[in-house]
Structure formats: C-alpha cells, structure tokens
Nanobody
Framework: QVQLVESGGGLVQAGGSLRLSCAAS????????MGWFRQTPGKEREFVAG????????DYADSVKGRFTISRDNAKNTVYLQMNSLKPEDTAVYYC????????????????WGQGTQVTVSS
C-alpha cells in the first residue's frame, strides 16, 4: 500500500531552520507531483509548496516564498522542505501529499497523504 512518512519536525527558535523529509513507498514516485501542506487546530489545511514530478516546476504560498524551498530526489523516493527564517506563525503540523495530476494548491487535488510532523517555532 502507499505510504508517505514525514520526518524532521521539531521545536526551533524563531529565525532558525528545519528540513522536513517525506519518504514515499508503494507508488511510482517519479510519476507524482508532491506537495507540502500545513494545518493548525481549528483551521483548514493550507498549501505550503508543491513540486512537479520532474522537479522542474515549483509553487509556493506567498507566506513562505523566499524562506522555504521544496525539492525532490526521485532516486530516493523522497521530497524535502527546507524551511529557513522560521516564524512563530509557521507553527503547524506539516503534511506531505502526492498527486498524479499537476501541482495543486487544494487538498482535494491530492491522492495520498502522510500522517504529518509537528513543527513548533518559539518566539
């Protein structure tokens, strides 16, 4: 079965950095666009970043542009999210997701989801 497993979350001070990873199995990873979303209690899951199956196209939410970078390694079936200059408002559970379609910014456009990893940014 398809599994997406996130790792790399944790507690960091404002201004710090974290690198999230998402390891995929049970699917032909190189055929899927991948996305990162985040969610805080009581709020909708929101798009953070996406990358095409080839890695040549990326998309970012305005709130993270210039601070976050999404990348992928198809040989390792892994997608990454490098997060720099973190702010307290970046605190959330971060999820990776896979889509057979192009990069989407809405959760319903994705076929598979990971369980999430908590990122907490202290002020």
């Amino acid at each position: 079965q398809v599994q997406l497993v996130e790792s790399g979350g944790g507690l960091v001070q404002a201004g710090g950095s974290l690198r999230l990873s998402c390891a995929a199995s049970g699917l032909t990873f190189s055929k899927y666009a991948m996305g990162w979303f985040r969610q805080t209690p009581g709020k909708e899951r929101e798009f953070v970043a996406g990358i095409s199956w080839s890695g040549t196209s990326t998309d970012y939410a305005d709130s993270v542009k210039g601070r976050f970078t999404i990348s992928r390694d198809n040989a390792k079936n892994t997608v990454y999210l490098q997060m720099n200059s973190l702010k307290p408002e970046d605190t959330a559970v971060y999820y990776c997701a896979a889509s057979l379609d192009v990069i989407g910014t809405m959760p319903y456009e994705y076929d598979y989801w990971g369980q999430g990893t908590q990122v907490t940014v202290s002020s």
